[in-house]
């Protein structure tokens, strides 16, 4: 608070009540001057830091979408190969083994691991994030937005994925509980589930394909943020879609490396 002392002998004449005044206006005015400057020296402070924060999240969220990627491979190229095996199944042409989804580590299924936006939802609380430039807030949370919107993409598939799930417990052993044993379906319940494969492959090439987008966005942030980390990151633009990626032969594995795309 600023304190305006009176001055200590009255103004005789119009002269001294005007250098008076101009005294009193100067003083205020450096006073002011000096609030805003350390005001404005925190602040820009406070934009650095949070500008740096900000800029780690988004590179640690580019290898997240990598990590999606790969992960939505592994169960895309899991769910075709079971879809062939089933519909071999159908034609007649031999029995096959429940292919296992993929694990990215022993006993450990394949799980997309989507970006986060911890630092900026921080920002908003504490109100911070208005200290950032109106180019840079819209950015932030357009990615944000795709995020959300991947997120609930990703929810639809697991869900679909239950219920294929829950269709495969009717055929399981207590032996292999998790794994049903195709030879124990009617071709009325292969038909059936094969649909429900279709449709739980339908679901992660839409999640994947929205995965795509909100990579597009974040590729495009930190492309205004770090050129050099963008080239590194590789465009969404040059990935392949996910249906390029044909079944691997009945019965074999998923490797972890999907074949070479076929088509653009």
Not at 18 to 32: D, K, N, Q, R, S
Not at 64 to 73: C, G, K, L, M, P
Not at 79 to 93: W, Y
Request: hydrophobic content about 40%; charged content about 15%.
């Amino acid at each position: 608070m600023l304190d305006v002392h009176p001055p200590h002998q009255a103004a005789h004449t119009w002269k001294d009540f005007f250098i008076h005044i101009g005294t009193i206006c100067v003083g205020l005015l450096i006073a002011v001057g000096l609030e805003q400057a350390v005001e404005a020296i925190h602040h820009h402070h406070q934009r650095e830091y949070l500008e740096e924060q900000l800029n780690e999240e988004a590179h640690h969220n580019a290898g997240r979408i990598a990590s999606s990627y790969n992960a939505s491979d592994a169960e895309l190229v899991w769910l075709l190969g079971l879809q062939h095996d089933v519909q071999a199944m159908l034609a007649g042409h031999g029995k096959f083994d429940y292919r296992p989804r993929p694990e990215a580590e022993p006993g450990v299924p394949v799980l997309w691991d989507l970006p986060i936006s911890g630092v900026l939802d921080a920002a908003r609380q504490s109100g911070t994030v208005s200290l950032l430039p109106a180019n840079l807030i819209y950015g932030f949370a357009a990615d944000n937005h795709q995020t959300e919107i991947s997120y609930a993409y990703r929810t639809r598939f697991y869900e679909q994925l239950a219920h294929q799930q829950a269709f495969e417990s009717k055929f399981a052993t207590a032996q292999c509980p998790a794994t049903p044993d195709l030879t124990r379906m009617s071709p009325q319940q292969l038909d059936t589930y094969s649909k429900l494969i279709g449709e739980t492959y339908a679901a992660g090439i839409a999640a994947k394909n929205r995965l795509r987008i909100a990579e597009w966005v974040h590729d495009g942030l930190i492309q205004q943020r770090s050129p050099q980390q963008a080239a590194a990151n590789k465009s969404a633009v040059m990935r392949g879609h996910p249906n390029q990626f044909p079944p691997s032969a009945p019965g074999t594995p998923y490797t972890g490396t999907p074949t070479p795309p076929l088509c653009r």
